[in-house]
């Protein structure tokens, strides 16, 4: 795992590449930065001789790294148990989409959009792909993310989950299998335009151009951490999210909707007064909207929210 060298400038350049192991994994931005800090410290606290020692500290990084994501999951559990409602990954913008709210919204911002930037959106970063993974126990997601999304040989697999090489295999077919059930993911261009028809409808408090767009079995899921109103259970059927919409747009006078890109896919930002409300990814099959995940609490909108050191 990793790359070879010793030197400040290879060991600093191994940072990137594990805060996106770390984020894949847990699900979380802010998770994944503390775990990557926590092996860098690590990594410091050896004496000199044993850092020589290590052939590729990019390897050395990462088997730590993915051993504290595999504990943090652990415990994860637990404290999900306790969370109000249903926890959702944190939602990603594009760099292009940094500056949607107002200056000093959410103190940290700053930092949490810069490590934002760091993360490779592609397939593996969708918000559906992300709520399988959540599906998984820790093992299988560790050995999954290593092997199938970052291509690391089982036989460095096994040295994070302190197993056999082909004990990590059966974790990681176990995990196929549910990644397996998943939608196929639509082309960008056919989402998109079925975003946009999400947003006019919903802009327009149409309830019957709702449902058009809405798959009958659709299922909206939201994310309110019990620190904003949201619905604690999913709603389900189209009828039923799209009245629920409605009823939204109702009690929020004001509510701006923009066509984000949320984790590298057409999704939709909610904003009202300048502040970003709530982030919204959807799932789509046969032009129509299968889920939707709805993430409103405010710890997990960092990112999203402006650089108050920025112009403009």
């Given at each position: 795992?990793?790359?070879?060298?010793?030197?400040?400038?290879?060991?600093?350049?191994?940072?990137?590449?594990?805060?996106?192991?770390?984020?894949?994994?847990?699900?979380?931005?802010?998770?994944?930065?503390?775990?990557?800090?926590?092996?860098?410290?690590?990594?410091?606290?050896?004496?000199?001789?044993?850092?020589?020692?290590?052939?590729?500290?990019?390897?050395?990084?990462?088997?730590?790294?993915?051993?504290?994501?595999?504990?943090?999951?652990?415990?994860?559990?637990?404290?999900?148990?306790?969370?109000?409602?249903?926890?959702?990954?944190?939602?990603?913008?594009?760099?292009?989409?940094?500056?949607?709210?107002?200056?000093?919204?959410?103190?940290?911002?700053?930092?949490?959009?810069?490590?934002?930037?760091?993360?490779?959106?592609?397939?593996?970063?969708?918000?559906?792909f992300l709520v399988v993974l959540e599906s998984m126990t820790p093992a299988e997601r560790v050995a999954f993310v290593l092997h199938d999304v970052f291509r690391y040989p089982f036989a460095e697999i096994a040295d994070v989950l302190g197993r056999t090489p082909a004990a990590c295999k059966q974790l990681a077919s176990s995990a196929r299998r549910r990644v397996a059930g998943a939608p196929t993911p639509v082309p960008s261009a056919g989402?998109?335009?079925?975003?946009?028809?999400?947003?006019?409808?919903?802009?327009?408090?149409?309830?019957?151009?709702?449902?058009?767009?809405?798959?009958?079995?659709?299922?909206?899921?939201?994310?309110?951490?019990?620190?904003?109103?949201?619905?604690?259970?999913?709603?389900?059927?189209?009828?039923?999210?799209?009245?629920?919409?409605?009823?939204?747009?109702?009690?929020?006078?004001?509510?701006?909707?923009?066509?984000?890109?949320?984790?590298?896919?057409?999704?939709?930002?909610?904003?009202?007064?300048?502040?970003?409300?709530?982030?919204?990814?959807?799932?789509?099959?046969?032009?129509?909207?299968?889920?939707?995940?709805?993430?409103?609490?405010?710890?997990?909108?960092?990112?999203?929210?402006?650089?108050?050191?920025?112009?403009?």
């Amino acid at each position: 795992m990793g790359t070879a060298g010793t030197g400040a400038d290879a060991i600093a350049g191994e940072r990137r590449q594990l805060l996106n192991i770390a984020y894949r994994m847990l699900g979380s931005l802010a998770e994944a930065e503390d775990a990557v800090q926590e092996a860098y410290t690590r990594w410091y606290a050896l004496p000199r001789r044993r850092q020589e020692e290590i052939a590729s500290p990019g390897a050395w990084l990462t088997t730590v790294t993915s051993r504290i994501c595999l504990d943090l999951l652990g415990s994860a559990r637990a404290r999900r148990e306790r969370y109000v409602g249903v926890w959702l990954p944190e939602p990603l913008p594009d760099r292009a989409e940094r500056g949607l709210g107002r200056p000093g919204d959410l103190v940290g911002a700053t930092g949490l959009a810069d490590l934002a930037d760091q993360i490779v959106l592609d397939e593996s970063v969708a918000m559906a792909f992300l709520v399988v993974l959540e599906s998984m126990t820790p093992a299988e997601r560790v050995a999954f993310v290593l092997h199938d999304v970052f291509r690391y040989p089982f036989a460095e697999i096994a040295d994070v989950l302190g197993r056999t090489p082909a004990a990590c295999k059966q974790l990681a077919s176990s995990a196929r299998r549910r990644v397996a059930g998943a939608p196929t993911p639509v082309p960008s261009a056919g989402r998109a335009d079925t975003v946009r028809r999400v947003k006019e409808a919903w802009e327009s408090k149409d309830i019957a151009a709702l449902v058009a767009v809405l798959d009958p079995a659709a299922m909206m899921t939201a994310d309110g951490g019990g620190m904003v109103g949201a619905a604690l259970r999913p709603v389900k059927g189209g009828a039923r999210i799209a009245q629920y919409m409605v009823a939204i747009a109702d009690k929020a006078p004001g509510l701006e909707l923009l066509e984000r890109s949320v984790n590298g896919a057409p999704g939709l930002v909610a904003r009202r007064d300048g502040v970003v409300m709530t982030v919204a990814s959807f799932d789509v099959t046969d032009g129509r909207v299968t889920r939707i995940w709805a993430v409103r609490n405010p710890e997990k909108l960092g990112p999203w929210l402006r650089d108050p050191s920025a112009p403009w």
